[in-house]
């Protein structure tokens, strides 16, 4: 388990984390949200013990030193690959840094999983960004780390290679590693991650399931088709606002949950409707609720 | 221990592979090739051997016997009267023409030589008239084959070197001028390596997963160890190219001779350089590679990998300014004080060694204060070596953070 005890961290008289706590265990994956600069790639650097913090950080009740480190997978937020290495040295090397002894017909493999444009005797500089991310997992993840750490790791991914990362991520959670990454992208952390942790200015702002998350701020958003106008639904009881999607399609933001029910018999006055759908705020919506009222 | 083995590994192939150090490598022999055929070009075209010349004489025998005489210069035999030699020396078709006669048991010889590079000189024709001359002068005294033969005895006559102090001091000096020398060009080329090696590291994300993977004490012994190996490299390379060239210089005359000429000198400035000074030479250019891994380390802009040497290369520079000022006083206390310290030691002890003014305690002094200021510095570096890489991005981030806000 990755326990982060009372973590905080200054740089000079900044406070880039602010007593941070939490966990991730084996087999969870754990997504970190937050805006540029909210402290994520620091609490990052402070689980890697790049520099020092104060509080504690420890993997399976151990300090994260020495041997420890071979089994962590760390993807960097910007692509780290020396450019004049082929592919083989370059995993090889990384691979031989985490005690790993990557065999070339594994490496093979894994490019062919990836599905990486190029062979082990490319040049890393030849390749595209996104085969170079590709690569750059590859080195994150083959030596099977028990904990991995991914700063952004669908940055610079189609949604096709982006859904071959998520499917490596899954599978890696199958055997039981724990994973934590952080995304803008609410969508790819909705989809995968068990926990999300938000943090904002150093301090963590929201933390818990991902669907807990989501309905702790009720079911308010309305999906509603039908022949009313955007200022007659407008005017019903209970809307905050209304946001024309499509013609006929609209999002209206309840007051309350509750709202939903009085809306429904206002609406469908025992009339067929297209669609009539009351969901939770998704964690976009959060994300950008929760950044707007911190930084207020 | 494996993973400080990879990072050597890495680097030092890294290294080794890329064109500054095949340049650095083959440069010099290139360099020494590049010389010895401009020189072999020279002396081809110099090389009286190719020289044509005509004799003109009289006495169509003293010309046939100087014909027979000579195996060094082509005679041209067609040619039969000056006017026409003159002529064709003038148009450069010959290198000169010689007319020989003789007056009463007396050759007389007179050569009229060209402009060309080749033309013979005295040097060339003296010895086929001399020979000439005294078969002429044994015609004339009427001597047997055993009176000949009984003048044609030389004397034995061999040169033997007696080495003195004078010859040992510029032996000494020699040597000396060769550590230092090679001490700070070893220092400047290997400073700025170390120095590019860490700037580009720190302008690299890699970092951060190197350091993810092991400590950075380890990954800044590795680094060290990795230039260290280079230079051992590169004086192998040289060690060895020597024992390729030994016995092809032998068949070259010109280098064959200026190497019998110098035997003595060579193996003495060998001798010297492979003892003490060798040391000195490893050492100190070690702790100068840590000092510009540390300036590399402390940059603030990963581009300028110059800058990062700038500082170790001014000690060198000032350290070999001094040592050349100092080459003939090793007495001297400024000599005897910059013997002890780091960074210096490493051309005013060999200064002092060669001087002769120096017991091997003191020597065993210097080097152990050298071997205990490097520990310390990779130590120290090491220590702080993962925070100074990483400031950078440090900076960066307050940055953002302090925009944002």
């Not at chain 1, 190029?118 to 590709?134: E, F, P, V, W, Y």
């Not at chain 1, 989809?191 to 943090?199: F, G, H, I, S, T």
């Not at chain 1, 399609?249 to 009351?278: C, M, N, V």
């Not at chain 2, 490493?346 to 003014?357: A, E, I, K, Q, T």
Request: glycine share 6%.
């Amino acid at each position: 388990m990755l326990k982060i005890d009372h973590v905080s961290k200054n740089f000079g008289e900044l406070a880039a984390l602010k007593d941070v706590s939490f966990t991730v265990e084996p087999g969870q994956i754990l997504g970190l949200i937050g805006q540029n600069g909210a402290g994520k790639s620091t609490l990052f650097h402070s689980i890697l013990n790049l520099f020092s913090y104060e509080g504690n950080i420890t993997w399976q009740d151990q300090m994260i030193t020495g041997s420890a480190f071979d089994q962590i997978g760390y993807l960097p937020e910007e692509r780290s690959l020396l450019p004049n290495l082929t592919i083989e040295r370059q995993i090889k090397y990384l691979a031989k840094l985490k005690d790993f002894n990557a065999s070339s017909s594994l490496i093979d493999d894994w490019l062919k999983r990836f599905e990486v444009k190029g062979d082990r005797k490319t040049k890393i500089k030849l390749l595209s960004k996104g085969n170079q991310q590709k690569v750059q997992l590859i080195c994150t993840l083959i030596h099977q780390p028990k904990l991995i750490i991914l700063d952004e790791p669908f940055s610079g991914l189609d949604p096709v290679n982006a859904e071959l990362l998520k499917q490596a991520i899954l599978s890696a959670k199958e055997n039981g590693a724990a994973i934590i990454f952080s995304s803008h992208n609410m969508a790819n952390v909705e989809e995968v991650c068990d926990q999300l942790v938000m943090l904002n200015l150093g301090e963590i702002v929201l933390r818990g399931n991902v669907n807990e998350v989501r309905n702790q701020f009720g079911k308010i958003n309305l999906f509603v088709t039908t022949d009313w106008t955007e200022q007659q639904l407008a005017e019903l009881t209970g809307v905050k606002s209304v946001k024309k999607l499509l013609p006929q399609h609209y999002l209206l933001k309840l007051l309350t949950p509750e709202a939903g029910k009085q809306i429904f018999i206002q609406l469908t006055q025992g009339q067929y409707i297209e669609q009539f759908s009351q969901e939770a705020l998704s964690l976009d919506e959060i994300f950008r609720m929760k950044a707007g009222k911190s930084n207020e | 221990m494996s993973k400080l083995w990879t990072i050597i590994s890495e680097t030092y192939l890294r290294q080794v592979k890329s064109w500054s150090f095949l340049s650095l490598i083959f440069g010099p022999f290139l360099i020494l090739a590049i010389g010895m055929g401009i020189g072999y070009f020279t002396a081809s075209n110099g090389d009286s051997s190719t020289a044509k010349i005509v004799v003109v004489s009289s006495q169509p025998a003293l010309k046939q016997a100087f014909i027979s005489q000579n195996k060094k210069l082509k005679v041209e035999t067609a040619v039969t009267s000056s006017k026409q030699a003159e002529k064709l020396t003038k148009k450069d078709d010959l290198q000169g023409y010689l007319v020989l006669n003789e007056k009463q048991g007396r050759l007389q010889a007179e050569f009229y030589q060209g402009d060309s590079d080749n033309a013979p000189d005295k040097e060339d024709l003296a010895p086929s008239i001399n020979a000439l001359q005294t078969a002429v002068n044994v015609q004339q005294a009427r001597l047997t084959v055993k009176q000949v033969q009984e003048l044609q005895t030389r004397p034995q006559l061999k040169i033997k070197q007696v080495t003195g102090k004078a010859n040992d001091t510029t032996i000494k000096m020699i040597t000396f001028m060769v550590v230092i020398f090679v001490v700070y060009f070893v220092i400047l080329i290997y400073s700025s390596i170390m120095a590019q090696e860490v700037v580009a590291d720190k302008g690299h994300k890699i970092i951060e997963i190197i350091f993810s993977s092991t400590t950075p004490e380890k990954y800044f012994c590795g680094k060290v160890i990795a230039i260290l190996l280079m230079i051992i490299t590169q004086m192998l390379s040289y060690i060895a190219f020597g024992l390729i060239a030994w016995p092809f210089a032998q068949h070259i005359k010109s280098a064959r001779n200026w190497l019998t000429a110098n035997q003595s000198l060579i193996r003495q400035i060998l001798h010297n350089l492979l003892g003490s000074a060798m040391l000195y030479i490893i050492l100190g250019v070690t702790a100068y590679v840590i000092l510009a891994a540390y300036f590399g380390a402390i940059s603030k802009s990963s581009a300028n990998a110059s800058q990062a040497a700038q500082w170790p290369t001014m000690i060198c520079v000032v350290a070999f300014i001094l040592a050349l000022t100092y080459a003939t006083q090793p007495h001297a206390v400024l000599v005897k004080i910059l013997s002890y310290v780091p960074l210096f030691s490493s051309y005013f002890m060999p200064l002092r060694v060669f001087g002769g003014n120096v017991n091997v305690i003191e020597i065993m002094g210097s080097l152990l204060l050298l071997m205990v200021a490097i520990i310390l510095a990779v130590y120290y570096i090491g220590k702080s070596y993962g925070r100074l890489m990483l400031q950078q991005d440090w900076s960066k981030r307050k940055l953002s953070l302090f925009r944002r806000n």
